[in-house]
């Protein structure tokens, strides 16, 4: 597996990566699109901070890539829809900056209020001049948290600290949340009309671009002073510049901008504003962290293993991958399975979580069952980021049922494919060992160890048959390793499941479709 790192990370913290001898890793920054898609083919996985842009050319041109690792939060710097159709999993490292950003944020407010950065630069002028650069107190003051997540409530929580009335808004906060927070939460306009500081912790979506803007500085209190430490285009630039020439605004701190590196933007012209070039995570400890995160989260994807980072997938917490995390195999190799002796076009799938299962977001094992019944037609084009899309654009319908009740085993998953007329299902269950097993197959139950390769033989209950389909195989030199029969009634049709050494000529099972007694078989490869 190869790796190609192409924002300055802390390498110490990839010491995941760098420890598995399977990785190969390889840095190369400050790489232009073109240089990026040129060598993108030779790589598994693309590690970013926010410098770099990974765009659609280049997920379009990375034909081996399965995994983009951002050390950070903000993903904005990479086209998330390009690669979730290409079934390319994006991970982020959402926790370790939050600190870094949020004392970046509080610094920045103090330097703000006190004018510290403008007073340093008169001092290295050799001017003493204290007049010039009065500033206020925070205490009594009120602050403006607009995005309650994770960085904007440790701001929230800090300036208490600095005695000043919080107030925030979030649409995604409820009113029981903001108790617990002890954050009084009022709508935008309100949030505007009563703060003295305003700051933005938000991501930068459609919705938030341009959040401050003329019209909504309009709104604010004379003499505010606002900060972004989030994301730039957030704040209206021109809008923000208009307006401290104008006096509306009294200040403004600034760490994130539209465009970066932002050498040449006319803000950094007015002495109301304070910048830092997008420093709010660096400090040693966050990006340590980040790309401690990021670089086991690389790793889980490229071993195939669950992750809980994941942007474009459900995000998976700990307690989930506990629970879930045998329930994944099992789910891929059902939907493998069941595609496998499926001989219409698929129209809909129902898929029955039964036990204990049932309480949690089952999206992950949904996903990997699609994925697992896609993958027979569509081998590595799907995954399980694409194959809800990849399902429905097929126009397969699937159906999510989850009951908790459930007798004889601890869960349960139970597949029901349809199309054209032909119905299958399929059960299987994680014994308390560990053990994946098929419980169920076409309504005969069965208790079978699913294997790499498997012959499924419909025929007549009668005498004689087991060694019939044996001499078959034993012809075409087949081992066969393991052998179930299942049957509803003596005489019936009868299923018999057989595991086998490796796969099956095409002759021997021609020779055994034509035998008498024998009404199918197909050959179902894990
Ligand atoms: N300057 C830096 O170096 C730096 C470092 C870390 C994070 N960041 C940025 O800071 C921002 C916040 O990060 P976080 O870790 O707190 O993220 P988070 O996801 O924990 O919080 C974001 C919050 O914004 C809220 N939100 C979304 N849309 C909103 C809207 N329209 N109005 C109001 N609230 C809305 C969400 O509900 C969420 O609570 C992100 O943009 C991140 O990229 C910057
Ligand atoms: O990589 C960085 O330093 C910036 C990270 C920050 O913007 C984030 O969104 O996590």
Not at 15 to 31: F, G, W
Not at 195 to 212: A, N
Not at 269 to 289: D, K, M, N, R
Not at 304 to 315: C, D, L, Q, T, Y
Request: aromatic letters at 4%.
């Amino acid at each position: 597996m190869r790796v190609l790192v192409c924002d300055p990370i802390e390498q110490e913290g990839l010491e995941a990566l760098y420890e598995d001898p399977t990785m190969e890793i390889v840095h190369k920054y400050k790489s232009t699109e073109e240089e990026i898609i040129a060598i993108a083919p030779e790589y598994d996985a693309i590690l970013v901070r926010s410098a770099t842009k990974i765009t659609k050319a280049i997920i379009d041109s990375a034909t081996n890539l399965k995994v983009i690792g951002r050390a950070g939060v903000g993903v904005d710097n990479i086209d998330l829809d390009a690669a979730t159709l290409k079934g390319i999993v994006v991970v982020n490292a959402p926790d370790g900056n939050t600190i870094a950003a949020t004392e970046h944020t509080i610094g920045m407010m103090l330097a703000l209020a006190r004018n510290i950065p403008q007073a340093y630069f008169k001092l290295q002028e050799k001017v003493w001049d204290r007049k010039a650069f009065t500033g206020v107190e925070l205490r009594n003051k009120t602050l403006g948290v607009v995005g309650l997540g994770k960085i904007g409530r440790q701001v929230a929580q800090r300036a208490k600290a600095f005695q000043m009335n919080v107030v925030g808004y979030d649409p995604y906060v409820n009113k029981e949340r903001s108790v617990e927070l002890d954050i009084e939460v009022m709508d935008l306009k309100e949030l505007f009309a009563a703060s003295d500081f305003i700051t933005v912790h938000l991501p930068k979506t459609e919705e938030t671009m341009g959040m401050i803007n003329a019209e909504t500085i309009a709104m604010m209190k004379d003499g505010v002073r606002i900060l972004n430490c989030a994301r730039g285009g957030i704040i209206d630039e021109p809008a923000l510049y208009d307006a401290i020439k104008a006096g509306k605004v009294k200040g403004a701190a600034i760490d994130v901008f539209l465009k970066e590196p932002a050498i040449d933007n006319p803000l950094l012209e007015l002495p109301e504003v304070i910048a830092t070039p997008h420093l709010g995570a660096s400090t040693e400890e966050a990006q340590f962290s980040v790309a401690k995160d990021v670089a086991e989260e690389v790793l889980k994807v490229l071993k195939g293993e669950p992750v809980k980072n994941a942007v474009n997938i459900p995000s998976i917490s700990q307690e989930l991958i506990n629970e879930l995390g045998p329930y994944i195999g099992l789910s891929e190799t059902l939907g493998k399975f069941i595609a496998q002796i499926m001989d219409k076009p698929i129209e809909k799938i129902k898929i029955n979580y039964n036990g204990n299962l049932a309480k949690y977001d089952l999206t992950t094992l949904t996903n990997t069952i699609l994925k697992g019944l896609l993958r027979p037609v569509l081998a590595d084009s799907v995954n399980y980021v694409n194959a809800p899309i990849v399902a429905k654009n097929r126009g397969i319908k699937v159906e999510e049922i989850k009951t908790e009740s459930l007798k004889n085993y601890a869960n349960l998953i139970t597949l029901e494919v349809e199309g054209s007329g032909v119905v299958h299902n399929l059960a299987g269950t994680i014994f308390s060992n560990g053990e994946a097993k098929l419980v169920q197959l076409d309504n005969y139950s069965m208790d079978t160890t699913p294997t790499k390769h498997m012959l499924i033989v419909p025929h007549n209950d009668k005498p004689g048959m087991i060694g019939h389909i044996g001499n078959i195989l034993g012809k075409y030199d087949v081992n066969v390793a393991g052998m179930q029969v299942g049957r509803k009634e003596i005489g019936g049709v009868a299923i018999m499941i057989i595991s086998i050494d490796h796969s099956v000529p095409t002759e021997a099972l021609e020779a055994m479709c034509t035998a008498e007694g024998i009404f199918d078989v197909r050959y179902v490869c894990l």
